[in-house]
């Protein structure tokens, strides 16, 4: 017998998921020596390459069959849990993503993920060097006392190299000692401050502690208006699950939101938990991943990629500001995270709470009817009264020519800075201007390499695409004509906003915040603390100033163009307007004083604008509701998208008709219905519209065309999409398909 056939003798066969494209998994033989078990990370031969995998399953009995590869080894990883490899199979087969891609989604980092290695500490021996330095003194008597230190904090207490510690440890005056590795994160205390909970609160907080105790799948709404105290009320639910030894997950849409969440996080539970998102660095990450699947770690606070972390004890998941458009994938696996945490709850038997106060429409659906429990905060923490919310109709009131401020708001804003107090003004449009065109022969600059105008960014001298990034520099002469000074920037962005308010208030400490400006998520967490510290007069921003920020001493909030975003054809316009209006006035008035929001519109009697006038927001949702289910939308009906795209516009427009063509040319199945070509839909069929041009034709040079799937809600629009994919021509050409299920943009 051969040495590789010993090897292999009483080898079983195991299935071996890879993460990359393929949705199935590979078959290895398993030498018994490696003890191999469902969710032992593997070294494997893939192609011509080593690649890792996943085991997904084992065979009982050894295998006769000797044609297949070996499993290389077992990687000192911990094993993916049966409840998280059933999600990552459920999530594709939902998505349609392959198995492949979607495991990808929850080993990324594992690829450092290997054990830490032990730290070197160093303490004094008591034994003298050889020869005695003022340095070597120095660093000898900072060691006393028995206490072990790290290379670098021995060398900053002693002011030397540490080439001088070395030396010293080669004449034995100190000695290294082996220390486990730091911990990724410190141990949280639950009872670290005791909760002061008002009785909305309390009511609220017993109801989620005691769905975590359960340890059972529990969904909840906790829906409360802008500065109620809903983290409060979840931090109970979170001191719940580390009384129980189990760990909890808080998603948050942004980066930016981290910052004043920790510190109120660590003031409550003694640390911080744990940050995942994409500024923190590869090697934090990987022991990060580590210590979620470990049990070492018992919070972690992340973006919507922490949904994918292997903990061990799952027991909580709260996404905060669920209605937010930032938990949408849209590159790569397209999914929502808000809906498949939902899914991943069910799969870990842990309770989850989607928190927000503009609750999107699903959600709010869900708990009308009964799926989530619906517990709500009604007013503000420490009986802070709303803003008082005032039109301002530009009709009859609007600015001068030229001009973006209204007398009246800009008056508003005068005597809130002469209070001492602070102003807000807001705007959804970042750069200076969003078209630059030429006077003289109307010249419109725009992106090479997508169908959107370049937007100016004067502080960068830039002409910038919003789509692909593309930029360039802007010209002192108009490229087409050769005209000199006759650029013109035609409306306003946030820098063109700061500019006005700097003529109007010449004194004023102004700040404008946007992701635009270098310096990173590092950056807006200075600003953000400085604007809670009251070192700006007038803050100026897009969406990013809406997001959940509490500025004490901001008291005026002004909507510089309320409309925005209401003339679009997008389905959810309305409900997405309603929400970051909603939002971006409760900023105002969370401190001690009360607050005011004065809102620039040109229709003050749009039900979206009267509905937040009002404060009737339980109308709005009625109307929106009603609006949604007559059509057949989102929750009441279901929408899948599929964006073809090419180099060449006829190409990928000729495939996106073969693909419509295909799905009328389907067989019949007992699965779904698809309607007749041109013919109206019966209540139970699937629907495809289209193929159109995308409202956004071109990006990164590629032409992009879409198809729309509408169906009723128990419509298995994911296996008539399989079919359509397995019927339709192949992909040629440089063209490729893109699926969206759930799509939450139409661009």
Known sequence: MSAAQDETKGARVVDVLAPVAVDVTYSYLAPPALGLEPGDSVKIPLGAREAYGVVWSVEKTPSPRSNLKTVTARLERPTLSQKLRDFIDWLARYTLTPRGMALRLATRAAEDAAPDAARLLYRATGSKPERLTPTRARVLEAAEGGMSFAKKALAEAAACSSGVIDALVDEGAIETIAAPPEPVAAALDPDFTAPVLEPAQQVAAEALTQAVHARAFKPFLLEGVTGSGKTEVYFEAIAAALKDGGQALVMMPEIALTAQFLERFAARFGEKPAEWHSGVSERKRARIWRGAATGELSVVAGARSALFLPFRHLRLIIVDEEHEGAYKQDDGASYHARDMAVVRARFEDAAIVLTSATPSIETRVNAERGRYGHLRLHARAGSRPMPILDPIDMRVEGPQRGRWIAPRLALAVGETIARGEQALLFLNRRGYAPLT???????????????AWLVEHRFRRALVCHHC???ERRPDTCPECGAEDALAACGPGVERLAEETATLFPDARILVLSSDFPGGAERLRRELDEIAKGAFDIVIGTQLVAKGHNFP???????????????????????????????????AGRGDKPGRALIQTFQPEHPVIAALLSGDAEKFYAQEIALRERAGLP???????LIVSGKDAATAEAHARALARAAHELPRSPRYRVAALGGLPDADEIMMLG?????????????????????????????????LIAAAPKERGGVRVQIDVDPQNFM
């Open 437 to 451: 065109l030429c006077r003289d022969c109307g010249h419109r600059f725009r992106c090479t390499q997508c169908d």
């Open 469 to 471: 990034g593309h930029t």
């Open 553 to 587: 001493l901001l008291t005026l909030v002004g909507v510089v163009d309320a409309d925005l975003g209401l003339g679009s054809g997008d389905p959810r316009a309305a409900e997405r307007t309603f929400q970051l209006l909603n939002q971006v006035t409760g900023r």
């Open 635 to 641: 929750p009441f009906g279901r929408l899948a998208a």
């Open 691 to 723: 193929p159109a041009e995308a409202p956004i034709g071109l990006i990164r040079g590629r032409f992009r065309y879409r198809l729309l799937v509408k169906a009723p809600r128990g419509a298995d629009v994911q296996a008539f999409l399989r079919d």
